[in-house]
Structures are given as structure tokens and as C-alpha cells.
């Protein structure tokens, strides 16, 4: 089936830093989105990604859906302390019909 | 509710009890999601229902494992003879027809003992 690889698996930074991470796939993805899940909840939608090279922002975050359509990141700039949390990577199954979710990337931010 | 609302929020249970999970979806988002959440890993997905029919429930480990959606509104995930495997965070996740912007309740966190 497909699977999605997170990269790092976590990240220990200092609040003020830029964070990147990505998320990759044997298989093409026409769709990309980034979740994240704050301690006790569930994740939240941060963006979604429909078209080949686009590039989204979000406040601070930006995501990039790679040429390939393998592939994707997210990036975090000036890190403050409630960008803690796990941040998800997933896509469509080829049904279309669910999401498939990378095994996250947890984020840690000392203040 | 404006959100997905999940009960219990915790749950401990002896093995070889039954359980049962439920799930209020947003109103009028007709596609509702199952999935599992291991402590540290990614989210497994369990079952898909579209209204009251479950088109996809291959994600669903064992026979032990069911669920029902009823008046394609509330849902209910039932685990039967639990097993310490079985401890995890069960989400549940509701959608407007094919809208990949699930929305996402607080899950409810099984603990078998």
C-alpha cells in the first residue's frame, strides 16, 4: 500500500528558529496536506496542497507540493512555543476515499 | 456541535471486556473516519463510512473490531474480548463528501489492563 516517510522523526530547536521537515513516497500523490496535533488532540489541518510545485503559506508555515508529486515539506519560521506538537504529513489512498498519514514529525521548542 | 465530539474521552477496561467508542460528527458532513493512534506513532486507519455504509473497512485489524453509523450521523466502534494490544488513542474524523479537510475529535484513550 502507499506509504508516507516523515523526516526528521523529531526536532529539538530553540524558540526563534526556523524548522524543516518533509515527507516522502514511493507513490504519486495528487494531493498533499500537513496536520498538526497539539498534546491530548486531535490533529488540525494546517494546509492543503493541489497542484505540482505549489507553494502555500500559512502565517509562519509554508508547504511545498514537490515537482515529482512524491514528495513534500513544510517549513516553521521564527519558532515560538506552542509550534509544539506532532506535525503529519498525508494523502489521498488511490481510492480517493481516505487519508493515508505519515508517522509525524515531533516538534520540541525550548524557550 | 461545532466540532466532533467523542465519549468516553478515557476508558480502562480489563481484558476480554467489550468496548464501545462513539462518535458525533459535525452536522451534515457525510463521510466519518476511524482511525488509531499507537502512544508515538502515526494514525492507522481503521474504517470509512460514507452516510450509514462502510465502503472501505479494510483498515479494521481483527473480527473483533466493528462499527455501525446510524441516521448517517452518529457512529459507534466496538471492540469485543479486549486485548493489551488494543490500548491506543481511537480518533475519529468527519468530512463534507470527499473534502480532504478532515476535522478531527480529541479522541477517546483505551487502556487495557
Known amino acids: 500500500g502507499q506509504q508516507l516517510n516523515q523526516s526528521p522523526q523529531s526536532m529539538f530547536i530553540q524558540e526563534g528558529e526556523d524548522v524543516s521537515m518533509n515527507c516522502t513516497s514511493s507513490s504519486i500523490f495528487n494531493t498533499w496536506l500537513w496536520y498538526k496535533q497539539d498534546p491530548g488532540e486531535g490533529p488540525v489541518l494546517l494546509i492543503a496542497?493541489?497542484?505540482?510545485?505549489e507553494l502555500t503559506s500559512n502565517g509562519r508555515l509554508t508547504a511545498q507540493f514537490g515537482i515529482t508529486r512524491k514528495d513534500s515539506f513544510l517549513n516553521i519560521s521564527a519558532s515560538i512555543p506552542s509550534d509544539v506538537g506532532i506535525y503529519f504529513c498525508a494523502g489521498p489512498n488511490n481510492a480517493g476515499n481516505m487519508l493515508t498519514f505519515g508517522g509525524g514529525t515531533r516538534l520540541m521548542v525550548k524557550p | 456541535g461545532a466540532g466532533v465530539s467523542q465519549s468516553p474521552s478515557n476508558k480502562v477496561t480489563e481484558k476480554g471486556k467489550d468496548v464501545e467508542l462513539r462518535c458525533d460528527p459535525i452536522s451534515g458532513h457525510t463521510a466519518l473516519y476511524w482511525y488509531r493512534q499507537s502512544l508515538g506513532q502515526g494514525l492507522e486507519f481503521l474504517i470509512y463510512f460514507q452516510g450509514n455504509s462502510a465502503p472501505d473497512k479494510s483498515g479494521l485489524p481483527s473480527d473483533r473490531f466493528s462499527a455501525e453509523r446510524t441516521g448517517g450521523s452518529v457512529s459507534t466502534l466496538t471492540i469485543q474480548r479486549t486485548q493489551q494490544e488494543d490500548s491506543a488513542v481511537y480518533l475519529c474524523?468527519?468530512?463534507?463528501?470527499?473534502?480532504?479537510?478532515?476535522?478531527f475529535g480529541s479522541g477517546t484513550r483505551l487502556t487495557v489492563v
Open positions: 496542497l493541489y497542484k505540482a510545485g
Open positions: 474524523a468527519s468530512s463534507p463528501d470527499r473534502n480532504y479537510g478532515y476535522t
